[in-house]
């Protein structure tokens, strides 16, 4: 059940690609912002390679509209750097997610029933 002040997930649709693969890079654990940098390019192979703007900017507004919190859990200190801030996803951000994969699916849908299966060489 969404909280009172908790705003739809459908109203924050289509997300930012940048947006999308933070919350799935969250939704497996919390992660620090290079490392989410690092995760992405890894996941994508290199397509989707985002600038501190990009990334940080992103990262402000995911906490600004409740997707995303600072967690205050550390490594431990020998692994971490007292400088980097780590970030989880909320239960709000999961339910945007869901949503946003559940638009992309029907998008796919939409485009397989328009154009065919793509043939394979």
Known sequence: MAKINEPDPL????????????????GEGERHGYALKREIARRTNGKLT??????????????EQGMIEESADRPDAHLDDERRRYYRLTAFGRKVAQAEAARMRELVQLAAAQFGQPQRA
């Open 50 to 63: 985002l600038g501190a703007g990009v990334l940080y900017g992103s990262i402000n507004k995911m906490i």
């Open 11 to 26: 109203s924050l649709l289509p997300l930012h690609a940048a947006v999308f693969h933070i919350l799935l890079c969250l």
